[in-house]
């Protein structure tokens, strides 16, 4: 076996690993801030209620 098939036999593993890295991380790092902005609109939702049944509480006229 010569040197040059083991160095493109290393590059090859080198990238593909690097690619399946890149494949898994980014989706999961996308769904996490997609994930965080979801919790953001359901905090600011329940806020909302919250204060609109405050206000009805009131006798908002």
């Given at each position: ?14 990238f593909m ?33 919250e204060n ?10």
């Amino acid at each position: 076996m010569n040197t040059t098939l083991i160095a493109q036999i290393f590059h090859y593993l080198i990238f593909m690993s690097v690619f399946i890295f890149l494949l898994i991380f980014i989706p999961v790092k996308l769904f996490i801030k997609l994930n965080r902005r979801v919790k953001n609109i359901e905090d600011m939702v329940a806020a909302l209620k919250e204060n609109i049944k405050d206000s009805g509480k009131d006798g908002g006229d």
